[in-house]
């Protein structure tokens, strides 16, 4: 599987971007998906994860209620909906699969897309 994630940018505190995570190959329905995160000068940390069918969710404290996340395996996509941005959102995004929830929370990774930048301005 690969994955790509795209739909990061410039946006103003307070708007919303939606992140893609594109992926190929035949089984990427059967993974659990998540979103991880970078800031500069920070560790990467957990955003959010879906399981396989979108039945359950997690999502980090700091951006519940804010950021939504979503799947779409007709198209092997993953969506990260942004709302309510603030500066501190700033980083770049990573989609990344693996086998359950609760392992992509723990870092155990099965696969990584490359990172989606987003800036937010005060």
């Known amino acids: 599987v690969q994955l790509q994630a795209s739909g990061g940018g410039l946006v103003q505190a307070g708007g919303s971007l939606r992140l893609s995570c594109a992926a190929s190959?035949?089984?990427?329905?059967?993974?659990?998906v998540g979103w991880f995160r970078q800031a500069p000068g920070k560790e990467r940390e957990f955003v959010a994860a879906?399981?396989?069918?979108?039945?359950?969710?997690d999502v980090v404290d700091s951006v519940k209620g804010r950021f939504f996340i979503s799947r779409d395996n007709a198209k092997n996509t993953v969506y990260l909906q942004m709302n309510s941005l603030k500066p501190e959102d700033t980083a770049n995004y990573y989609c990344?699969?693996?086998?359950?929830?609760?392992?992509?929370?723990?870092?155990?990774?099965?696969?990584w897309g490359k990172g989606t930048l987003v800036t937010v301005s005060s």
């Open positions: 990344a699969a693996g086998s359950h929830i609760l392992m992509i929370k723990s870092g155990d990774i099965d696969f």
């Open positions: 879906i399981n396989w069918n979108g039945g359950s969710t």
């Open positions: 190959g035949r089984t990427f329905y059967s993974y659990d």
